[in-house]
């Protein structure tokens, strides 16, 4: 069955490293993105990409990077710049048809805790 | 402002009432989503709408472009329809999500 695989699903970090989240998916999907979701609050947009090797800030790019090298894979890494990266991070994925993006397909998420 | 507002925040309801959450935003979108998130946090995509009506089982979908308006109706509501249920607009191109914050919906037996 075709999807987006996001693992881990819970994650521990010390307080000062860079952590990897990783995002693959089997959809052959062009476009991929990474929102992240706080308590009480709406998903908000860190990154995304429409092709290989190209990303585009979304609305929180601050302390965190991505990389597109491959089609199926879109990691993200939430770097020691990032103030509060503790959070859930869902990646998600669409594909362009009809010269439009259609429905965004969302892995189960990773759940970061900085400690 | 946010936005992409959503209303109720929360809902509790019993077995077998009809649902209505409602979105509001106020930007130009080139389609609007209903998203479901179960508590383990994985989302599912209901409906994605650019206009008029969509309707799958129980659920049915509605925007009205004019009036920068979306609701999501569920019939004959049941415990397993208990979720968080985001709208969330696409403003153009690739760009990503705007999400609104979610309506807690719990269905009681």
């Known amino acids: 069955d075709g999807g987006i695989t996001q693992s881990p699903k819970y994650l521990f970090r010390k307080e000062g490293q860079n952590v990897t989240l990783s995002c693959e998916q089997n959809l052959n999907h062009d476009a991929m993105y990474w929102y992240r979701q706080d308590p009480g609050q709406g998903l908000r947009l860190i990154y995304y990409?429409?092709?290989?090797?190209?990303?585009q800030k979304g609305d929180i790019a601050e302390g965190y990077s991505v990389s597109r090298e491959k089609k199926e894979s879109f990691p993200l890494t939430v770097t020691s710049a990032q103030k509060n990266p503790t959070a859930f991070y869902l990646c998600?994925?669409?594909?362009?048809?009809?010269?439009?993006?259609?429905?965004?397909?969302f892995g189960d998420g990773t759940r970061l805790s900085i400690l | 402002k946010n936005e992409v507002e959503q209303s109720p925040q929360n809902l509790t309801a019993q077995e077998g009432e009809f649902i209505t959450i409602n979105c509001s935003y106020s930007?130009?979108?080139?389609?609007l989503h209903w998203l479901q998130q179960h508590p383990g946090g994985g989302i599912v995509s209901l409906f994605m709408l650019s206009s008029g009506k969509k309707k799958h089982g129980r659920l049915i979908a509605t925007i009205n472009i004019q009036e920068k308006h979306s609701s999501l109706h569920i019939t004959a509501s049941h415990p397993r329809d208990s979720a968080v249920y985001i709208c969330?607009?696409?403003?153009?191109?690739?760009?990503?999500?705007?999400f609104g914050k979610g309506t807690h919906l719990i269905i009681q037996p």
């Open positions: 969330a607009v696409r403003r153009g191109g690739a760009d990503g999500l705007t």
């Open positions: 990409s429409q092709i290989v090797n190209d990303f």
């Open positions: 930007v130009g979108i080139s389609a």
């Open positions: 998600a994925s669409s594909i362009m048809s009809r010269g439009m993006l259609q429905p965004q397909h």
